[in-house]
C-alpha cells in the first residue's frame, strides 16, 4: 500500500505540473482570448466543442482532419515538460524517452481535453 501511495501522489503532481505549463500554451496555439464579454465566451465555448469534436485537438487541420498528431502542441508541450532543462526527465532518461513514449503524449492530451 506504501508503494501505491507514493505513486498516486507522484501521478497527481505530474498531472498538476502539466496543467500548469500547458495551460499558456494551448490557449495561445488552439486561439482563446480571455474576456469577460460573453461573445468571446461563446466563442470560446465553440472552439473547446470544434476540438472535442472527433478528437479535433489532435488534427494539424480541423476541416478536413488530416496531419494527426502533426500539431504544434506535441512538441512544444513535450519542450515544455520534459525538455526545458538538464535535469528535466526526458533528457535524463533519454532512454526511457527515445522514441517518445505514447503514454507521455497520451497525458499531454489528456491534460489539454479535462481543462
Not at 495561445?28 to 465566451?41: N, Q, T
Request: with cysteine; charged share 25%.
Amino acid at each position: 500500500p506504501n508503494l501505491l501511495l507514493k505513486i498516486m501522489h507522484r501521478t497527481s503532481h505530474l498531472t498538476g505540473e502539466v496543467k500548469a505549463k500547458l495551460c499558456p500554451l494551448v490557449e495561445s496555439i488552439y486561439g482563446f482570448d480571455c474576456s469577460l464579454r460573453e461573445s468571446i465566451k461563446s466563442k470560446n465555448r465553440r472552439l473547446i466543442q470544434d476540438l472535442k469534436d472527433k478528437f479535433g485537438l489532435c488534427y494539424r487541420s480541423h476541416v478536413p482532419c488530416s496531419g494527426l498528431f502533426q500539431m504544434r502542441l506535441n512538441q512544444k508541450g513535450a519542450n515544455l515538460i520534459w525538455y526545458q532543462n538538464k535535469r528535466d526527465e526526458g533528457i535524463v532518461f533519454d532512454k526511457y524517452f527515445t522514441p517518445f513514449p505514447i503514454p507521455a503524449l497520451a497525458l499531454l492530451y489528456t491534460v489539454v481535453s479535462n481543462k
